[in-house]
């Protein structure tokens, strides 16, 4: 029986992938890389560092220079955060985090952001998590299992108790190395590695993916 839900962030809860896709495009624009939205959909779950190594391609740069590049990178992100208010949750988000919580079950973010709080904090629903396991919590990125691991240990949750709510395929392959439950948001392409596979969360209810997932 499923006792514990993770949910990745961007892309599952809110779609902040737009408000990365200005940063980068803006920090590559100032230092003459090219970007574009096709670039962006290929860094869906990638932690910051490989994402400017990926725009990088084989420009080289001193650690230095990277550091600086990623800081001004958050920069123009965190800006565009600020816009950010409880509108922007993706539909059936909230409906479902309800539900799940009067299902008794614990819930936890598993986000590869360091800006992760702070998008919860600004979506209004930070109270609905008992544990934030986010950019800062382990060493290993997705497809590593470490972050929905950590998530799972901290809620006290075995981790073939939990399902993970995921958008990207290296966060399925994590959630699947992990040995959790996966219900993969997004064409089958993308997510089709996936237990159960939905557009979205639009319209979805716990019974349904409970049952979806055979428990
Ligand atoms: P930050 P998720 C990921 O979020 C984004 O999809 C990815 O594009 C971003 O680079 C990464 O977080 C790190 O974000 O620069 O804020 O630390 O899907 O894991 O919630
Ligand atoms: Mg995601």
Redesign the pocket.
């Known amino acids: 029986d499923l006792q514990g839900a993770i949910f990745?962030?961007?892309?599952v809860i809110t779609d902040?992938?737009e408000f990365?896709y200005q940063a980068w495009c803006q920090l590559a624009q100032e230092e003459g890389l090219p970007f574009d939205r096709a670039m962006n959909e290929s860094?869906?779950?990638?932690?910051?560092r490989d994402?400017l190594l990926k725009i990088l391609g084989d420009r080289s740069a001193s650690e230095d220079q990277l550091q600086a590049m990623m800081a001004r990178k958050?920069e123009y992100?965190i800006r565009l955060l600020q816009q950010i208010t409880p509108t922007d949750l993706l539909p059936g988000t909230l409906a479902l985090l309800q539900e799940i919580r009067q299902a008794k079950v614990k819930v936890a973010l598993g986000?590869?952001?360091?800006?992760?709080r702070t998008v919860l904090n600004k979506l209004g629903i930070t109270h609905y998590f008992d544990v934030i396991a986010d950019?800062y919590s382990v060493e290993r990125s997705k497809p590593a299992p470490d972050l929905f691991l950590f998530a799972a240990q901290h809620l006290g949750i075995a981790p073939h108790q939990t399902v993970v709510f995921e958008?990207?395929k290296a966060?399925i392959q994590a959630a699947l190395a992990a040995q959790m439950w996966t219900v993969g948001l997004g064409p089958q392409e993308r997510v089709g590695a996936a237990h159960v596979v939905l557009p979205s969360l639009a319209r979805a209810t716990w019974g349904q993916i409970f049952r979806a997932l055979g428990q």
Do not use: C, E, M, Q
Request: charge should be neutral; charged fraction near 25%; avoid cysteine.
């Open positions: 990745d962030l961007d892309g902040t992938a990365h860094l869906r779950g990638v932690p910051r994402s958050n992100y986000s590869a952001s360091k800006n992760a950019g958008d990207a966060g």
